[in-house]
């Protein structure tokens, strides 16, 4: 059994347990709160330890990277153009249209009350800056306190002007911190995976918890939960097609006979990477040269996640509607900002890995609280389908547009 069904498994298994206990009532639900509750604790603090000095290590390799990708020539500068135009507009997407999705299907009320008064540490992480204070707030007055004060867009900032500033170094000094920052990186990858490997025992912990106060009005609420983030990740997948049909210029389609193998594959692992050799002929099968696939497609695959910012900005959100946490505008700016920056040093880490690491910082930067995580990385498999699909997707037909310009640019050069 995989690790994802092994944590479904265990978020089923305690919901039951929990549901079970305050059936049987008395000392049965006393006894199982009080074992649940500190090892589910425990295990949301273990993954919370992690997440500002693995976010500082990835902003800086991946601003770095993306550095490099860019100097390798024309054709990868003008993917990574595209790639972040894409990323920004699925954010901005993300921040407009899950908050009206959740209006108009909204979250029942009481379904969402017991679902966090069941998880301990629900309660919104520092306050946020309004409009008057956006600007000054956003550049720390000491990089060190925000870390240690978990205040992520200040800290998200200053990492930022310190990655831009080492592509600025010559080569010897760049190598060397950026070998440490990927060092630091490698090391935080591997506690979180610790962390991680424990993830049905405290999966286990906090749905047995959640069972016995919440009942069977959680699993409603969980569905819901999915539904909606999952819909904003089809969002994202399917506006690949316009891109793939007005700016690679191809049939529809042609361009789903085309794309249907590296989808049908996408499904069946959740994996880009093993979908990479099929998007690669449906490169081909769309006419776009060897030349622009094999690197454009590698890059994508590497560095591209395209509804990784929709979706995770579209989580946060969410979690501040189950919470009743309210979000003015300038913490859905942070939000943005946040989850439009942090994708791309994420994007190779695995599903449950990426889901923490994106995710936390976006929710404390817009205040929202960052406990609902540790439950809901259980059902991450489910729209972790639709991330997978989309990725794919838009791969491929980024893929197409940058390929038609590298074949107009080969025929000019030709005449």
């Known amino acids: 059994m995989s690790q994802a069904l092994r944590v479904l498994a265990a978020l089923i298994a305690g919901l039951a347990a929990g549901i079970a206990a305050a059936l049987a009532g008395g000392d049965w639900a006393a006894g199982a709160l009080a074992i649940a509750q500190p090892i589910g604790t425990a295990w949301l603090n273990g993954l919370q330890m992690t997440v500002v000095p693995l976010v500082v290590a990835l902003i800086v390799t991946g601003i770095a990277e993306t550095a490099d990708a860019s100097r390798a020539g024309r054709l990868a500068g003008r993917a990574m153009v595209l790639y972040l135009i894409v990323l920004w507009s699925g954010t901005i997407m993300s921040a407009l249209v899950t908050p009206q999705l959740l209006e108009f299907w909204p979250i029942d009320p009481a379904a969402a009350h017991a679902l966090t008064s069941a998880i301990a540490g629900v309660a919104p992480v520092g306050a946020v800056p309004g409009f008057g204070d956006i600007i000054g707030a956003m550049v720390p007055s000491n990089a060190v306190a925000a870390a240690a004060n978990s205040a992520f867009l200040p800290l998200v900032v200053f990492t930022l002007a310190f990655a831009f500033a080492i592509t600025r170094l010559e080569a010897t000094k760049r190598e060397l911190l950026v070998g440490f920052f990927r060092a630091l990186g490698d090391a935080m990858l591997v506690v979180i995976g610790w962390v991680l490997w424990l993830a049905p025992l405290g999966v286990a912990a906090l749905a047995v918890q959640v069972g016995a106060k919440a009942g069977t009005a959680a699993f409603g609420a969980l569905l819901h939960y999915v539904l909606v983030v999952s819909a904003i990740g089809a969002v994202v997948w399917l506006a690949a097609y316009p891109i793939a049909l007005i ?155 940058l390929g038609r310009t590298r074949g107009a640019e080969a025929a000019a050069t030709a005449r």
Do not use: H
């Open 247 to 401: 700016g690679g210029r191809v049939s529809l389609g042609r361009f789903l006979k085309a794309s249907g193998p590296s989808q049908v594959v996408a499904i069946s692992t959740q994996s880009s990477l093993a979908s990479l050799p099929a998007m690669l002929r449906g490169a081909e099968a769309l006419g776009v040269p060897d030349s622009a696939s094999g690197i454009t497609l590698p890059l994508a695959v590497a560095m591209f996640r395209a509804t990784g910012p929709a979706m995770n900005l579209a989580v946060a959100i969410y979690v501040a509607r189950l919470t009743g946490v309210p979000l003015s505008a300038a913490s859905i700016i942070a939000g943005i900002v946040v989850a439009a920056t942090t994708t791309l040093g994420a994007v190779s880490l695995p599903g449950s890995i990426s889901y923490i690491s994106s995710i936390a910082p976006i929710a404390a930067a817009m205040g929202v609280p960052i406990a609902p995580l540790g439950l809901l990385v259980a059902i991450e498999t489910f729209p972790d389908l639709v991330r997978t699909l989309g990725n794919v997707t838009m791969d491929l037909a980024t893929t197409t547009v």
